[in-house]
Every structure is written in structure tokens, then in C-alpha cells.
């Protein structure tokens, strides 16, 4: 199975700071079709996922564009430019190129 | 608007059944991969199966043998059936839509315990 590792697994932030979290895969997540299937999901408290960013980079509609994914490979990258307030929660990275689909343990963020 | 409802969910003793429903509205359950993923109480997200567009479908270890994806085209409703249920299995069940998980219902609690 593909192990995906975030950190840090929590973060502390101050609002309108950044925050950035990493995402690592155990193998390559380049599909055989080129593409690269690495998304970010938030989850609020005592909500649902929503999923913010897809295959690497792309953000969802109605996604606030603080957020931003990078990344190639093995190594990705969530950066939020300025974090506010309904931005705490926890974050996860999940590949969809390899089965079994694979989550990261996901990293809470909490306002300093 | 695309909207996915949960349902079926509940406390049931080790060894048992459930059937958890996930109907769907905003798109057809037909011309879209689903996915199912849990969550243990307090834990992080788990990927449990999906089910492809042209019905192949693919589950996690733990689950091969006890549990089966299905789904009601007719009801636009996807199903996850449980068998022989461990406390392990005990969490929020969500579905999701299509294999990138882009939209996801509330969930639905299942309690495995005696």
C-alpha cells in the first residue's frame, strides 16, 4: 500500500499568517496517463470532508484562492496565504492513483 | 446541486448485518464512480471501496469477503452491505462522489458492539 505522511500533524496559527502542510507518498503518484491523482480534503469540526484541492493543484469551485496545492512525485505541498478563522480543522492529502486509495493521518490546524 | 444522503446506520452486536444507503441527487449514480470511506470515532479517514462506472469495484483489505457495493440506478441510491461485522468496523460511513471523492453526504454511525 501507498503511505502517504503529512506534517507537521498539528499547527498552531496566528489569523492572516500562513500555514503550509506537507504531503509524502511512499511511491511515485504520476498515473500511467500522465496525471497525477493527489487531493486535499478539510474537515471541520463535527462535519462532513470537503474536498479543496484535486490532482495536485487544482482548487474546487467555491474554494477561497488563499489556498493552494503544489507538488510532483512524491512530495506536495497545501499552503493557506493567510489563515482565517473558519479554516480550523483538519486537513488530509489522499492519493487516487494507486489501490488501495490511501489517506495522509491528516494535520489539525487550530488559531494560535 | 449535487447532494448524497447517508442513511442505515446503527448499533448492531459483533457478527451481524447492516445495509447503509447512500441516495444521491444533482447527478446519476450510473454515469459515476462512487467511493465509500470511514471514519472511527476520533481517527482520520479510511477508504473502504469504490465502485467504477462500468461496475468493477475494489475494497480494502479488511473488508474483502464481508462487505458488498451495489447500486440501484433505477433509485439513484448506492448501497453498501455489511456482513459479519467486527467492533473494528465501528465508525462514520460516508459516500463520496466519483473516484476522487469531489462531493460527500453527512455519514451514517455504525456501532459494532455487544
Known amino acids: 500500500d501507498v503511505v502517504m505522511t503529512q506534517s507537521p500533524l498539528s499547527l498552531a496559527v496566528t489569523l492572516g499568517q500562513p500555514a503550509s502542510i506537507s504531503c509524502r507518498s511512499s511511491?511515485?503518484?504520476?498515473?500511467?496517463?500522465?496525471?497525477?491523482?493527489l487531493n486535499w480534503f478539510q474537515q471541520r469540526p463535527g462535519q462532513s470532508p470537503r474536498r479543496l484541492i484535486y490532482k495536485v493543484s487544482n482548487r474546487d469551485s467555491g474554494v477561497p484562492d488563499r489556498f493552494s496545492g503544489s507538488g510532483s512525485g512524491t512530495d506536495f505541498t497545501l499552503k493557506i496565504s493567510r489563515v482565517e478563522a473558519e479554516d480550523v480543522g483538519v486537513f488530509y492529502c489522499m492519493q487516487v492513483t494507486h489501490w488501495p486509495r490511501t489517506f495522509g493521518q491528516g494535520t489539525k490546524v487550530e488559531i494560535k | 446541486e449535487v447532494h448524497l444522503l447517508e442513511s442505515g446506520g446503527g448499533l448492531v452486536q459483533p457478527g451481524g448485518s447492516l445495509r447503509l444507503s447512500c441516495a444521491v441527487s444533482g447527478f446519476t449514480i450510473s454515469s459515476s464512480a462512487m467511493t465509500w470511506v470511514r471514519q472511527a470515532p476520533g481517527k482520520g479517514l479510511d477508504w473502504v471501496s469504490s465502485?467504477?462506472?462500468?461496475?468493477?469495484?475494489n475494497y480494502t483489505d479488511s473488508v474483502k469477503g464481508r462487505f458488498t457495493v451495489s447500486r440501484d440506478n433505477s433509485k439513484n441510491t448506492l448501497y453498501l452491505q455489511m456482513n459479519s461485522l467486527r467492533p473494528e468496523d465501528t465508525a462514520i460511513y460516508f459516500c463520496a462522489k466519483d473516484m476522487q471523492a469531489s462531493y460527500w453526504g453527512q455519514g451514517t454511525l455504525v456501532t459494532v458492539s455487544s
Open positions: 465502485i467504477a462506472t462500468p461496475g468493477y469495484i
Open positions: 511511491q511515485s503518484l504520476v498515473s500511467s496517463d500522465g496525471n497525477t491523482y
